[in-house]
T-cell receptor, first 112, second 114 residues
Framework: ELKVEQNPLFLSMQEGKNYTIYCNYS?????LYWYRQDPGKSLESLFV?????AVKQEGRLMASLDTKARLSTLHITAAVHDLSATYFC????????????FGAGTILRVKS | NAGVMQNPRHLVRRRGQEARLRCSPM?????VYWYRQLPEEGLKFMVY????????ESGMPKERFSAEFPKEGPSILRIQQVVRGDSAAYFC????????????FGDGTRLSIL
């Protein structure tokens, strides 16, 4: 059964700094998603990664996928306060159909 | 608003009562998913439905929980005889098809059991 682990679970960083959130998964996952959730709000889709070596960037966030290492990363460049949120990765092999398995989430707090 | 609509946003029930959570998918989406989020945890898959069919209910508790997505109207997640442990945020998501496009989530229903 697929298990998805994120680390760190909590990240406090200063504005302007860089950091990376890691998402490890235990068995094959044919797709990997990153979502953002603000407190009390829904999940917003950030990235969809479908192949080994995929890299996607949007603003200060960049996501990558290494299927051989079963690892996805979300890199934050020059953090700003508006990036404070909880970030989830989720995946699933094709045999799961559309069922997604989520990590526990990383709470990011960017301090001014 | 063409997004996934869930109601109510907040629901309070006493132990033993029934809870009904509703979800209208995005326009043009015929696939609906329900997830449960316990405090400070990730989302846990519950059930995946298409119109009038349950496709995957592997995450649904065997008792008291049921889900439907009728031909007309919203998808309903029903919890009978609620217990304190049912307190959670329940999210609905929808997708257009079975492709790898991301699921779009509603704002969730926060269920509190007194």
């Amino acid at each position: 059964e697929l298990k998805v682990e994120q680390n760190p679970l909590f990240l406090s960083m200063q504005e302007g700094k860089n950091y990376t959130i890691y998402c490890n998964y235990s068995t094959t996952s044919d797709r990997l998603y990153w979502y953002r959730q603000d407190p009390g709000k829904s999940l917003e889709s950030l990235f969809v990664l479908l192949s080994n070596g995929a890299v996607k960037q949007e603003g200060r966030l960049m996501a990558s996928l290494d299927t051989k290492a079963r690892l996805s990363t979300l890199h934050i460049t020059a953090a700003v306060h508006d990036l404070s949120a909880t970030y989830f990765c989720a995946g699933g092999p094709m045999e799961y159909g559309n069922k997604l398995v989520f990590g526990a989430g990383t709470i990011l707090r960017v301090k001014s | 608003n063409a997004g996934v609509m869930q109601n109510p946003r907040h629901l309070v029930r006493r132990r033993g009562q029934e809870a009904r959570l509703r979800c209208s998918p995005m326009k043009g989406h015929s696939h609906v998913y329900w997830y449960r989020q316990l405090p400070e945890e990730g989302l846990k898959f519950m059930v995946y439905l298409q119109k009038e069919n349950i496709i995957d209910e592997s995450g649904m508790p065997k008792e008291r929980f049921s889900a439907e997505f009728p031909k007309e109207g919203p998808s309903i997640l029903r919890i009978q005889q609620v217990v304190r442990g049912d307190s959670a945020a329940y999210f609905c998501a929808s997708s257009q098809d079975e492709s790898n496009q991301p699921q779009h989530f509603g704002d969730g229903t926060r269920l509190s059991i007194l």
